[in-house]
C-alpha cells in the first residue's frame, strides 16, 4: 500500500496552512526558515491526530516557549494583569496547532482524504489505533515568526487493514 | 441586563480569548472545558447564547448538542459553533440540531462579534463614574 500523498505535496499543504493561522489569529506574517538551527530552546510541543478511513496523520507544532510567550502575549495581552502560566503557554500551542490541523483537514478533503481530527495533546504522541508498519511521509516545515523559530510537521500514512 | 454567553472550549487560550473580546459589552461570560461541563452549566445558568467547540475531551460537541435540544429547558438556546473542524458531515449534523452559525477557526475577532450580535444585544460598557 502506497501512502496517499508524497512529500512534496504535504509540504504544500504546510506552507499554505501554517502562515494562514498566523495571519489570522496572530496578525504576524511567518517566513519560511530552510536553515534553521534544532533543536529549538526549550521547546513547547502540541500534536493533533486525523484519523481517516484510509490514512492517518500526526501534526505536531513545536515552538520555544518565548514564542509560546508572545503569541499568548498577542492573543491574550489585553487580559488586565493576565500572565500566562505554564500549562497556559502548553494550551496555546495546542490551540495553534489545532488551528492549523483543521486547515490541513480541509486540504487532506481536497485531495479526497476524509476523516476527523482528535483534541490536541501536548507533546509528541502517537495516539493509538494509528500505529502501522508503514513508513510515514514526513514532511518538516521551519519558521520564522519575528523574533522566534517554530516548526511544523506533517506525517501522513495509510491504515493498518 | 447582562447578556449571559457560555463558552465550551477544552482550550483555556479560546475561553480567555472570548472574555477578552466580550470584556467591552455588558456580558456576563460562563466557561466549560467540556461538552459534560458545558450541559452542567447551561441547566445552572441559562445562557442566552453557547459558543461551543467540536473537539473536546470527555464530550464532543455533537454530542453536546444533541443533549441540549433533548432538554425542554434548554434546547432553544441559541449555539454559534467555533471550531477547527471543517467536516461537511459535521457541518450538516450541527446545522441539522439548530445551529445558528458555524464558525471555523482561525477566526477573526470582529466578524465573530458582529455573529454574536445578531443573535443577542451587545451593549457597551458603562465607564464607571469617577
Redo the contacts between chains.
Keep these: 500500500m502506497t501512502n496517499p500523498l508524497s512529500q512534496q505535496e504535504l509540504i504544500q499543504i504546510a506552507n499554505r496552512s501554517v502562515p494562514e493561522v498566523w495571519q489570522t489569529q496572530l496578525k504576524k506574517e511567518i517566513q519560511p526558515s530552510p536553515n534553521l538551527n534544532l533543536p529549538l530552546p526549550s521547546p513547547r510541543i502540541a500534536t493533533v491526530a486525523w484519523t481517516g478511513s484510509s490514512a492517518s496523520a500526526e501534526m505536531v507544532l513545536t515552538i520555544p516557549s518565548a514564542g509560546a510567550q508572545l503569541a499568548a502575549q498577542t492573543l491574550l495581552g489585553a487580559s488586565g494583569n493576565y500572565v500566562p502560566e505554564d500549562t497556559d503557554l502548553d494550551d496555546v500551542v495546542g490551540e495553534l496547532c489545532n488551528m492549523v490541523a483543521g486547515r490541513v483537514s480541509t486540504e487532506l478533503r481536497q485531495h479526497g482524504l476524509t476523516g476527523t481530527l482528535h483534541p490536541p495533546l501536548p507533546g509528541r504522541t502517537s495516539p493509538s489505533g494509528t500505529a502501522t508498519p508503514f513508513t510515514p511521509t514526513v514532511c518538516l516545515t521551519h519558521w520564522t515568526c519575528g523574533d522566534y523559530s517554530f516548526t511544523f510537521s506533517l506525517n501522513i500514512h495509510p491504515n493498518v487493514s | 441586563m447582562n447578556q449571559k454567553i457560555l463558552s465550551i472550549d ?5 475561553r ?2 472570548l ?2 473580546m466580550f ?1 467591552p459589552f455588558q456580558v456576563e461570560l460562563r466557561e466549560a472545558g467540556n461538552g459534560e461541563e458545558g450541559l452542567a452549566q447551561a441547566r445552572e445558568v441559562r445562557p442566552d447564547l453557547i459558543i461551543l467547540d467540536y ?3 470527555v464530550m464532543d460537541g455533537v454530542t453536546m448538542l444533541q443533549h441540549l435540544r433533548h432538554d425542554p429547558q434548554l434546547k432553544s438556546i441559541p449555539v454559534i459553533m467555533l ?6 458531515k ?1 457541518i450538516s449534523t450541527v446545522a441539522r440540531l439548530g445551529v445558528r452559525d458555524y464558525i ?5 475577532e470582529q466578524p465573530l462579534i458582529a455573529k454574536v450580535s445578531k443573535i443577542i444585544p451587545l451593549q457597551p460598557q458603562v465607564p464607571a463614574s469617577s
Design positions: 477544552d482550550s483555556k487560550t479560546i480567555l480569548l472574555a477578552r470584556r473537539n473536546m475531551p471550531t477547527a473542524e471543517s467536516n461537511p459535521i471555523v477557526k482561525p477566526f477573526q
